[in-house]
């Protein structure tokens, strides 16, 4: 089955700093990657995806990157506030019938000081 | 926004005990998936279901769990016999109709199920 390593676990930033979070994946045939955000206590929250038809793709301040060449992913978080503190998840996931199913990373803590 | 509803959001009950954690997915998603999240760790797949029966499941989902979508809007997971490790947040998700972009999952609340 798919195995996703995430890096770093724990990120600490100062506020406008960028903040990079990787992740590489095992199986070949996954071709979605969406990233999660889960703030303290709430819901995981999709705030952006790739396909593997693309290389990057970017949604205001942020971006993903994909080689899949070299099987792994990027987040990249430019200009970051204290808002952007929570837990980011990348997962990694093959179409199985008309859905995905993600396997998930274990998760960086983006900290993000004023 | 629609959004997926989850009931409770905290269950604590005995070891041996049966549980049903209840979802409402959003009304015109036709997938439906649970996952479930050991404390301060990864969010893990249980299972997927679609068109009234299981799509998908992991080495997870054993003998003790079972799903359900007794009517048209709730969507169950059952866990026949509780054991402590089974303690942990439970999420359920639901999707579209499986064609871009329809794949995005939205994720319910949670419920915490505490197992003494």
């Known amino acids: 089955g798919e195995n996703v390593e995430q890096h770093p676990s724990t990120l600490s930033v100062q506020e406008g700093d960028s903040a990079v979070i990787k992740c590489t994946y095992s199986d070949s045939a996954s071709n979605y990657f969406p990233w999660y955000k889960q703030e303290l206590g709430k819901r995981p929250q999709l705030i952006i995806d790739?396909?593997?038809?693309?290389g990057e793709k970017k949604d205001q301040r942020i971006a993903v990157t994909l080689n899949k060449t070299a099987k792994h992913f990027s987040l990249h978080i430019t200009e970051t506030q204290p808002e952007d503190s929570a837990v980011y998840f990348c997962a990694a996931s093959e179409r199985a019938g008309g859905s995905y199913i993600p396997t998930f990373g274990r998760g960086t803590s983006l900290i993000v000081h004023p | 926004e629609p959004e997926v509803t989850q009931t409770p959001s905290h269950q604590v009950t005995q070891m041996g005990q049966e549980v049903i954690l209840r979802c409402v997915p959003i009304s015109n998603h036709l997938y439906f998936y649970w996952y479930r999240q050991i404390l301060g760790q990864k969010v893990e797949f249980l299972v997927s279901?679609?068109?009234?029966?299981?799509?998908?499941k992991s080495e997870i989902f054993d003998d003790q769990f079972s799903v359900e979508r007794p009517d048209g809007s709730n969507f169950t997971l059952k866990i026949r016999s509780t054991k402590l490790e089974d303690s942990a947040m439970y999420f359920c998700?639901?999707?579209?109709?499986?064609?871009?972009?329809?794949?995005?999952?939205?994720f319910g609340p949670g419920t915490r199920l505490t197992v003494l």
């Open positions: 998700a639901s999707s579209g109709l499986g064609t871009v972009p329809e794949d995005e999952q939205f």
């Open positions: 790739i396909r593997s038809n693309v």
């Open positions: 279901f679609y068109n009234n029966e299981i799509s998908e």
